[in-house]
């Protein structure tokens, strides 16, 4: 269920097999690279992402696809999730930052 | 401890071939997600923020060394180097593929442990005291019961699909270290003046967005007649909790609406007309189960140990942990070892697989080959002899296992929080180190002396804030993490409801009104006086005025 959101939003979900979180990416697939993902600016294109998600769920390639707000942050270097919870889900716990699926990606892009 | 037979190494490896055709045909798309999800769930695998995450029963918190071997090596194998132990006596790991859980699930086999029924709506793994079948003041071991309780819940097909979790409890001990009051069913021991063994049996207490304490519901069930009572009370409670709406399908509810009289005569009607015979487990079967668990042969030794004691003299670092991580034993010369999962900076439960082989290693060569998990966390050698701490308290210091704060407000407990739980508001991890750090300090902690914290993220109460003496809720305000303070709960026998102080605070505005409610309690304590004590005493207007009007 796309949440009300007045700024840009990406989707983000859990890759099946392994659980891994991903996100929609410009080419279509699932990245687990934040950077990668692909930006709704208005509710036509959110839609066609969920759109997108769906028939990925119907695939058996990810679960729980959410869109959730996040701008580009840094001068248009990099996104960053406006919330709490997507933050620590698109980098990791912020207590073990040595474990975080992302941090790894996130750091190689030069984000954080 | 027991052990497997034929019949329960059969059911278990059943179970894992048949989750791993589940996870075969979920990857193949035979399975959407809506119909994988409670499968898996009863398997205990659950789909957190970063991945999958597998809870694996402990139960009534009872391991061999060979057991946590195991755990720490599916730690290495499948997941990132470390388990989490939870309040349930469980552990978690945070990390797992769901293509390699059913290969996690054959590993536990072999070493008779399982994930079955740590999810879902059933008979969740039974809990009891952590230094059962070691304790001083014990009447009776009550893992044998639950043992028994295990045995029944297992598979039960009336009660796999319940209204929603159910929590068991028992306990042997005068001294309530199982939270007994807060769970669905409680059992205490009693011993009758005429010698018959028997359990007072509570019901509906529970934790969640409605915290309710457990009420007596019987005052005494002969041993020999408890699962068939409990078949009676799981009963009324399937046809009758409420399905409609899950924040209200919790027993705790069910008895607060009926009233405990009338839900109590709804058990005892469905009791009479049980055929208890077919219920209630032969004598024999009990008598089998009494002998898995008979205590150790300890050769009885001197209370007073010349090294013990020149080593406290001479290490404080070590006297304090005499002081605070060892307990009595029932066998003169021997004691209880709490082996501290709550380093200060470090996460409340979390042990990497280095420290659970030491771990391992130290319950095989000092302790039986026994060992506990506690609800508060922690790792318990049951039976060690007094000559040994030395030794001991050296190969767990050289492995940051040497914390000497059991009970004391740094021990606290928390749960995963925002950092792993998809369901939580707000950190709770971060907070506790906070915490730790601003009280960093061995004197001052042994001055406040016991202290129970217990912080959770989200109203779900995984980290028991409802019976802190302090308790810490986090909640999300507007998208920011908040914290409520409440104080004066309690999960012993003396249980109690914590009552929120007031409004919230961000994270270093909850440690200074910490320090303002301590502060409090040291300049308002009589001789004696636990901060709960002194609360009950005094009341929460001074503790309020502290933290709001400086």
């Known amino acids: ?112 | 401890m027991y052990a497997y037979d034929t019949y329960d190494h059969a059911l278990v490896n059943a179970r894992v071939e048949e989750f791993r055709d589940q996870v075969n045909r979920r990857l193949s798309g035979e399975l959407t997600e809506e119909e994988f999800r409670p499968l898996r769930l009863m398997n205990g695998l659950y789909l957190q923020l970063h991945a999958y995450m597998l809870r694996v029963a402990i139960p009534y918190g009872t391991l061999n060394s060979a057991q946590l071997h195991t755990l720490a090596d599916i730690a290495d194998k499948y997941d990132k180097g470390y388990g989490h132990f939870t309040t349930r006596q469980n552990i978690q790991y945070n990390w797992p593929k769901l293509v390699e859980t059913p290969d996690i699930l054959a590993d536990l086999a072999s070493v008779e442990m399982h994930a079955i029924q740590t999810s879902g709506n059933c008979i969740r793994n039974v809990t009891t005291d952590h230094f059962a079948g070691a304790a001083k003041d014990e009447l009776f071991d009550t893992r044998p019961h639950g043992e028994l309780i295990r045995q029944w819940s297992t598979f039960h097909p009336e009660f796999s699909f319940l209204p929603r979790k159910f929590k068991i409890a028992v306990a042997g001990a005068t001294v309530d270290r199982a939270a007994l009051r807060w769970h669905d069913i409680a059992l205490q021991a009693i011993i009758k003046e005429s010698g018959e063994r028997g359990f007072e049996v509570y019901v509906g207490g529970g934790m969640g967005r409605s915290p309710f304490i457990a009420k007596t519901i019987r005052d005494f069930i002969p041993e020999d007649q408890l699962i068939a009572y409990l078949e009676a009370m799981l009963r009324v409670y399937n046809q009758a909790g409420r399905r409609d709406n899950k924040y209200k399908a919790r027993i705790k509810i069910l008895v607060h609406e009926m009233g405990l009289d009338a839900y109590k005569d709804a058990v005892e009607k469905e009791y009479a007309l049980l055929d208890k015979s077919n219920i209630d487990a032969p004598k024999a079967e009990l008598e089998r189960l009494y002998r898995y668990f008979l205590p150790p042969t300890l050769e009885v030794l001197s209370e007073d140990d010349e090294e013990v004691a020149a080593l406290a003299k001479a290490n404080p670092l070590f006297s304090v942990w005499l002081d605070r991580n060892i307990d009595a034993h029932k066998v003169d010369g021997h004691r209880i070892v709490t082996i501290s999962l709550k380093p200060h900076g470090g996460i409340a439960g979390d042990a990497t697989s280095e420290q659970m082989r030491l771990v391992a290693d130290l319950s095989k060569d000092y302790s039986q080959n026994e060992l506990r998990v506690s609800h508060e966390q922690n790792l318990i050698l049951p039976h060690v002899a007094l000559r040994d701490l030395p030794t001991i308290f050296k190969k767990l210091d050289a492995a940051g296992l040497s914390t000497a704060n059991a009970g004391l407000m740094t021990d606290m407990i928390v749960c995963p929080g925002l950092d792993y739980c998809s369901l939580a508001n707000a950190r709770s991890i971060p907070l506790s180190q906070k915490i730790a750090k601003r009280f960093d300090d061995i004197a001052r902690l042994q001055d406040i002396g016991e202290l129970k914290v217990k912080i959770s993220g989200c109203i779900n109460s995984c980290g028991h804030h409802h019976a802190g003496h302090i308790g810490i809720l986090g909640v999300d305000k507007k998208g920011v993490e908040n914290y409520q303070l409440l104080l004066g709960g309690s999960g012993g026998e003396d249980a109690s409801k914590a009552k929120i102080l007031g409004r919230g605070f961000d994270e270093d505005g909850t440690v200074d009104a910490l320090e303002r409610v301590i502060d409090v309690y040291l300049r308002s304590r009589n001789d004696g006086e636990r901060f709960l004590d002194t609360y009950r005493r005094i009341g929460e207007q001074p503790f309020k005025e502290a933290v709001y009007d400086h």
């Open chain 1, 1 to 112: 269920m796309a949440k009300k959101s007045e700024g840009p939003q990406i989707i983000i979900a859990n890759r099946l097999d392994d659980g891994r979180v991903v996100f929609l990416s410009k080419a279509g697939g699932w990245s687990v690279t934040l950077n990668n993902a692909v930006q709704a600016d208005n509710p036509e294109q959110l839609k066609a992402l969920l759109e997108t998600a769906v028939k990925s769920v119907d695939a058996n390639i990810i679960v729980s696809p959410e869109p959730i707000d996040a701008a580009l942050s840094g001068g248009g270097a990099f996104f960053e999730p406006s919330h709490i919870k997507y933050k620590i889900q698109s980098q990791g716990p912020t207590v073990r930052p040595d474990l975080g699926y992302q941090a790894a990606d996130i750091k190689q892009a030069g984000t954080a």
